[in-house]
């Protein structure tokens, strides 16, 4: 059983707590300690604990020793393992004091261990100070994964985040899209307009970008130089080259002047697209198929530049 207990008011975005315990009225009175903090999800065993921290992505997890089929331990360690709750804070609040219990706590990969009955003002104190670390590493992250020009995703959480769709890939049916996007004659913008100006250039097709591949699980990153790269998860071959074609427009609907290019006119990109469907061969190599993905969308790239530029080429499956 999983539920939203209480909402924290307050400054957005609000972290969000996960209790687990198999005894309600414990429960209770831990989310009335802390509910001050963020908003609070309860679970009342260690298979709902897992089925909460995938659905609901908490910033932290109160976990409760001893319960009814998976124990805290085995939770914890659970919990470790899934796909972004390795920097998540786990604190034990459980009725085991003994040093055994507590280092197997650790060993498991909990951060703190409190015994019960706790104090409830101890329990708020290490509760928000396990939040403030997590939110300085949360914004530390985010300072190494996005770029430093343009302020989208930059090439480090392209690659994370692709690897991580290809492995998605092999445990569902949905496809997984990608689009390579370049400037077009971006060398010649350069040399006539500036430095400067070419990177105002690029922050305006990023903002373009970003504001129209705005589907949960889009990614919109900059692949390096004036190339940027989209990641399209549940877009099949069709669908994905329509969103290449409302990018081409988007950027081409900015109307930045570019004297320097063939016959004058705008910016505008090229575009190549490609699909991987699943079920994937040989899923133990993950980072090859990511490539292999890569490479489809370049080639498609190569040819829309090669048949004239400002076009999208490509869209068809990749073979897995």
């Known amino acids: ?59 932290i997890v109160l976990l409760d020793a001893e319960m009814e089929g998976m124990n805290g331990f085995e939770t914890c360690a659970a919990l470790r393992l899934m796909p972004g709750m390795e920097g998540v804070p ?54 190494a994964t996005i770029d430093g020009l343009t302020g989208i995703a930059n090439r480090r959480q392209f690659d ?3 690897v991580q769709e290809v492995r998605r890939l092999a445990r569902g049916t949905a496809p997984l899209s990608l689009a390579l996007l370049d400037v077009d004659h971006f060398k010649l913008y ?30 919109v ?33 900015l109307a930045l002047p570019h004297a320097a290019r063939p016959g004058k006119g705008h910016v505008t990109v090229s575009i190549g697209v490609a699909t991987m469907l699943p079920p994937l061969a040989g899923t133990e190599a993950w980072t090859s198929h990511a490539n292999t993905l890569v490479a489809d969308a370049d080639r498609a790239l190569y040819q829309a530049k090669a048949r004239g530029r400002n076009r999208v080429a490509g869209g068809d499956p990749a073979p897995a």
């Open 1 to 59: 059983m999983t539920a939203l207990l209480f909402m924290a008011h307050g400054a957005a975005p609000r972290s969000r707590i996960l209790i687990v315990d198999d005894d309600v009225g414990t429960i209770r009175l831990l989310a009335q300690v802390v509910t001050g903090l963020g908003d609070v999800v309860f679970a009342t065993g260690g298979a709902d604990a897992l089925a909460a921290a995938r659905d609901e992505s908490p910033d």
């Open 90 to 143: 786990i604190l034990f609040i459980t009725a085991h004091n003994d040093a055994a219990s507590e280092v197997r706590a650790l060993e498991a990969g909990a951060v703190d261990f409190i015994a019960k009955p706790f104090n409830a003002r101890i329990v708020e104190a290490r509760v928000r100070t396990h939040l403030t670390l997590k939110q300085r590493s949360d914004a530390l992250l985010r300072l």
């Open 160 to 162: 994370a985040v692709l």
């Open 190 to 219: 350069n040399d006539h307009y500036g430095h400067q100006a070419g990177d105002d250039c690029l922050r305006a097709v990023a903002r373009a970008m970003a504001g129209t591949a705005r589907r949960a699980g889009d990614l």
């Open 221 to 253: 990153a900059r692949f390096g130089g004036e190339e940027f790269a989209v990641l399209l998860p549940g877009c099949d071959p069709a669908q994905a080259r329509t969103m290449a074609e409302g990018l081409r427009r988007t950027v081409s609907d």
